[in-house]
């Protein structure tokens, strides 16, 4: 995962973008980082950690300019290095450019081989830098065709935003894979990832940038919009079951609604007897406030999540993973002494995290744990942006619903069907769900 915002035509640019990653940092905790534009020059700063690490006044103040691209890195291609921070800047012969990226492309090694071959070298170990050495390698007279003659040389997912010295440009791969949102801002424009950076910095959502679309901003008032490739929209599922803020609006939906419109399906599937619903915070709540509703069951909260830890996926490690659960979530005794719980996550990975969760309530004294899943058993990896483990690391991968019951020492397991996500999500069938259903609409190329 990743997050991404633009603003063309904002004064003070940098300082909106920094506000907008701040509420996409949920997106990307590994590094951060702004370039601005004041037309003349691109200014850049980044690196490791979170947006209040890697800024302050002093450099944010550097990042003079009324247009501006900014980035929060979650590590899906490359490593973690402050090397892989975005932006990527590069001076070609056409100027300057910054480039932002939400996605992995599915090509890239591909490219980058053909590119070593021919000459180019490579300063980071990020899929984006390929799309760079496209542009400049084109010989195109225009960034504009440039930018259209890369593309179609890469394949896979990507939300990206473009900013030169003078103009930005937005595009979405035809899948549109990664969301990305047009927004008004006073004469300017923003383009985010989610929503919600919209709503903290007082933009206005106009529209979403169409798979396939690509959007340029230039000195003209009026925006250009030119379908560069056929939509053959396959809008990532995941980002409603857990990636994307329950406050933004994503392809057109409301996340919380559809989380809580999971959480119905999934009590409609898997009804239990119990006494209270528990979410397993934060990513469990909203579902499970859609099952006490449809179930009647009591909605309690009955694990509290410690905030100021990273979510666990940061940490390579699995030493440090399973401490940091337990760093994160903690049960409240006297609600679940002698109960029977219904405990709603939005998904099982590796299982440490259940694990954990079971061992604790019970340990705490919980009755019956009934954990219920919110999205169907994630049985394969991600080659569109989201950072999933191997195939083998992942439980539901290799081991039956029993078998993970059992492992993850629950008294009752079930997990969203896939008929059941579908209808939380209107039956719509633009979704990809490959994870789920292994059904890969781009191919992974080696
Ligand atoms: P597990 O411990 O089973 O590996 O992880 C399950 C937990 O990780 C769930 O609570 C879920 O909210 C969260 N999760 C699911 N997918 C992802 C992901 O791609 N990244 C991160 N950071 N967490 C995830
Ligand atoms: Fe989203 Fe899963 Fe498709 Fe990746 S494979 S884009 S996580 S639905
Ligand atoms: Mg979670």
Redesign the pocket.
């Known amino acids: ?1 990743c997050s991404v915002i633009g603003l063309y035509n904002v004064p003070e640019a940098a300082k909106y973008a920094y506000f907008g990653l701040f509420s996409l940092q949920h997106r990307g905790q590994e590094a951060a980082g702004i370039a601005s534009s004041d037309k003349e020059r691109i200014h850049i700063t980044k690196g490791r950690g979170l947006v209040t690490q890697v800024f302050d006044e002093a450099k944010l103040s550097k990042l003079v300019g009324s247009s501006a691209v900014g980035h929060t890195r979650y590590s899906t291609a490359g490593e973690d290095s402050v090397l892989d921070a975005q932006p990527i800047f590069a001076r070609y012969d056409l100027g300057q450019i910054a480039v932002v990226h939400n996605g992995n492309l599915t090509n890239a090694k591909e490219v980058r081989k053909r590119l070593i071959k021919e000459g180019a070298i490579f300063q980071t170990f990020m899929d984006t830098e390929n799309l760079i050495h496209l542009i400049a390698r084109s010989q195109k007279e225009h960034l504009y065709d440039r930018i259209i003659e890369a593309l179609g040389q890469i394949e896979g997912a990507y939300s990206l935003i473009i900013l030169s010295r003078k103009k930005m440009f937005a595009v979405r791969d035809p899948h549109g894979f990664r969301p990305l949102s047009l927004g008004r801002l006073g004469d300017g424009w923003v383009v985010a990832s989610e929503t919600c950076a919209f709503d903290l910095i007082g933009a206005e959502f106009v529209r979403d940038i169409k798979p396939g679309e690509m959007v340029v901003f230039d000195e003209s008032s009026e925006l250009k919009s030119i379908q560069i490739f056929e939509p053959t929209p396959h809008k990532c599922i995941f980002e409603y079951i ?2 994307a803020r329950p406050d933004s609006n994503i392809f057109g939906k409301s996340v919380y609604e559809l989380r809580k419109a999971m959480g119905r399906e999934l009590a409609k599937e898997y009804p239990v007897e119990a006494d209270m619903v528990v979410p ?1 915070p934060d ?2 709540v909203a579902a499970a406030i859609g099952y006490a509703k449809e179930s009647g069951i009591p909605f309690e909260l009955g694990i509290i999540r410690n905030h100021y830890v990273g ?4 940490e390579p490690t699995q030493a440090i993973r399973d401490l940091k ?1 337990k760093m994160k979530l903690n049960p409240i005794k006297n609600v679940i002494k002698g109960k029977r719980l219904v405990v709603i ?10 694990k954990k969760i079971v061992n604790i309530l019970k340990e705490f004294g919980a009755k019956e744990v009934h954990m219920r899943i919110s999205a169907p058993p994630t049985t394969g990896p991600c080659y569109y942006g ?3 483990p191997t195939k083998e690391e992942l ?1 539901s991968s290799r081991y039956s619903v029993e078998e993970i019951r059992e492992y993850i020492g629950a008294d009752t397991l079930a997990y969203l069907s896939i008929d059941g996500l579908l209808r939380s999500v209107g039956n719509d069938l633009s979704y990809c769900m490959a994870c789920f259903d292994g059904n890969y609409p781009v191919p992974l190329k080696s």
């Open positions: 995962m857990y990636f397993v990513s469990g979510r666990t996926f940061i659960v996550d939005d998904s099982i990975v590796r299982g440490t995290t259940s989201v950072d999933t439980i």
